[in-house]
Nanobody, 114 residues
Framework: QVQLVESGGGLVQAGGSLRLSCAAS????????MGWYRQAPGKQRELVAV???????NYAESVKGRFTISRDNAKNTVYLQMNSLKPEDTAVYYC????????WGQGTQVTVSS
């Protein structure tokens, strides 16, 4: 059974930082591409950042230079370091594991106050 469990969300003031974590089980973590997505109220889910099994990264334009995705294969965990947060970053953040099929976590709320 595949499980992705996100943590680290919360309420932060604009300009602040948060670090999200996603712990995976039930998959061979090292061979999966891992991603962070987010969904704001009334909007579609959008890609934030991805990291391949070879640790190649890609980011949405809106977060480039502010967010950093990383992975620790020994801990089966992917991280999203979020700096210089803006109110428009407010959303539920989801972790995803992709290799043919896509597995999703339950999401963690990030709220940035102005």
């Amino acid at each position: 059974q595949v499980q992705l469990v996100e943590s680290g969300g919360g309420l932060v003031q604009a300009g602040g930082s948060l670090r999200l974590s996603c712990a995976a089980s039930g998959i061979i973590f090292s061979i999966y591409m891992m991603g962070w997505y987010r969904q704001a109220p009334g909007k579609q889910r959008e890609l934030v950042a991805v990291i391949t099994s070879s640790s190649i990264t890609n980011y949405a334009e809106s977060v480039k230079g502010r967010f950093t995705i990383s992975r620790d294969n020994a801990k089966n965990t992917v991280y999203l370091q979020m700096n210089s947060l803006k109110p428009e970053d407010t959303a539920v953040y989801y972790c995803a594991a992709v290799r043919g099929d896509t597995y999703w976590g339950q999401g963690t709320q990030v709220t940035v106050s102005s």
